[in-house]
């Protein structure tokens, strides 16, 4: 299996863009994770689907970020506009139902907002 | 809301000494998990503990939940330099997401 595949793996942009983060979950995994991690707040939970259907999106900073998972195979996580204090690495992970719920994280996205 | 403490949150140890890395959690929850995580890197599951009085072992790391007492420990034998990393513990029940603690960073000097 090839895990969690998330894209880009790392991001530069200036304030005031939109960053749109990629991830495709783990093959018949039925529930996805967003994650934040950053030195000052450690690995916070942004939103979480289950059955492509969006639980608790309560860790969603503001509504500058919005996210989907039209199928499940693919989620996206969108900031618009960015700034520089959304700078960190999202991380994305997978479970599946059942299977101990243990989640398998991918690479993550390091995002730099200049 | 469930709240997840970790300590040390800092641990600089000796190649070849023991020492025990504490999870503290507030509420009831069924199972725990452990990850490991390299400077720069993703997360790598560790251990499941799924039951009270649960104990997994790998190598020089054994993790142990106490449901009763909301604790986890993760136990160093020996320590080694590849062992230096971050650990996180979090708590779960049901499937409801993972609360985090803040990791403990884990550094093993010769």
């Known amino acids: 299996d090839a895990g969690v595949i998330q894209s880009p793996r790392h991001e530069v942009t200036e304030m005031g863009q939109e960053v749109t983060l990629r991830c495709k979950p783990i093959?018949?995994?039925?529930?996805l994770f967003w994650y934040r991690q950053t030195m000052m707040r450690g690995l916070e939970l942004l939103i979480y689907?289950?059955?492509?259907?969006?639980?608790?999106d309560s860790g969603m900073p503001e509504d500058r970020f919005s996210a989907k998972m039209p199928n499940a195979s693919f989620s996206t996580l969108k900031i618009q506009p960015s700034e520089p204090r959304d700078s960190a690495v999202y991380f994305c992970?997978?479970?599946?139902?059942?299977?101990?719920?243990?989640?398998?994280f991918g690479p993550g996205t390091r995002l730099t907002v200049t | 809301e469930l709240k997840v403490e970790q300590n040390p949150l800092f641990l600089s140890m000796q190649e070849g000494k023991n020492y025990t890395i504490y999870c503290n959690y507030s509420t009831t929850s069924d199972r725990l998990y452990w990850y490991r995580q390299d400077p720069g890197k993703s997360l790598e599951s560790l251990f499941v503990l799924l039951s009270n009085g649960a104990v997994k072992q790998e190598g020089r790391l054994m993790a142990s939940l106490d449901t009763k007492a909301r604790l986890s420990t993760l136990h160093i034998t020996a320590a080694v330099h590849d062992l230096s990393a971050t650990y996180f513990c979090?708590?779960?029940?049901?499937?409801?997401?993972?609360?985090f603690g803040k990791g403990t960073r884990l550094s093993v000097i010769a």
């Open positions: 689907f289950n059955n492509n259907v969006p639980i608790d």
């Open positions: 093959s018949g995994h039925n529930s």
């Open positions: 979090a708590p779960s029940s049901g499937n409801t997401p993972l609360v």
């Open positions: 992970a997978s479970s599946l139902e059942g299977q101990l719920y243990e989640q398998y």
